[in-house]
């Protein structure tokens, strides 16, 4: 388990995944929450017409804001588009009063903005990994997204 810089385990591991079915639709996000030996998962979704990266976004936001105090947190997420925008893109967004270098208004600055608030109050480090590639807690993220959107759409939870 990675450590904090003063050697503590306190560091909180976090996976998310989120998706639509179709793309834009219904959709559903998920996140599996990890700190010593401590799991929480959260899911959660949208009946209405959302997007793949709404809901990409809103896992990290869900997680990041169930998180009662602040905490080193390794985030992994199979979403470049979080990824890179979170860590690259949301800067130079803000710096142009969220307009993309190509003068458009930036998709889902909502979820940009309140991603960003949610980091604030952490030390957040950003991963990303391949989906559905055998990490156990992505593909358990996967999992609770679609229990998410199952839920969302109203439909039975599938047994496990």
């Not at 990890?34 to 959302?50: D, N, S």
Request: one cysteine or more.
């Amino acid at each position: 388990m990675p450590e904090t810089a003063d050697g503590r385990d306190d560091v909180v591991i976090i996976h998310t995944d989120g998706g639509c079915r179709p793309n834009p639709g219904p959709g559903g996000w998920g996140a599996v929450l990890r700190q010593r030996h401590h799991v929480r998962e959260l899911c959660g979704g949208e009946p209405g017409a959302t997007s793949n990266n709404r809901m990409e976004l809103t896992a990290p936001i869900m997680a990041l804001e169930a998180l009662t105090r602040p905490v080193v947190v390794h985030m992994f997420t199979d979403s470049t588009y979080v990824r890179n925008g979170i860590t690259k893109w949301v800067l130079g967004w803000e710096r142009n009063g969220w307009m993309t270098a190509a003068k458009q208004p930036v998709k889902n600055v909502d979820l940009w903005q309140r991603l960003q608030a949610a980091c604030a109050r952490h030390q957040v480090t950003w991963f990303w990994v391949k989906g559905h590639s055998g990490v156990a807690d992505n593909e358990l993220a996967d999992e609770l997204a679609t229990r998410g959107l199952r839920e969302a759409l109203g439909a039975p939870a599938i047994p496990t």
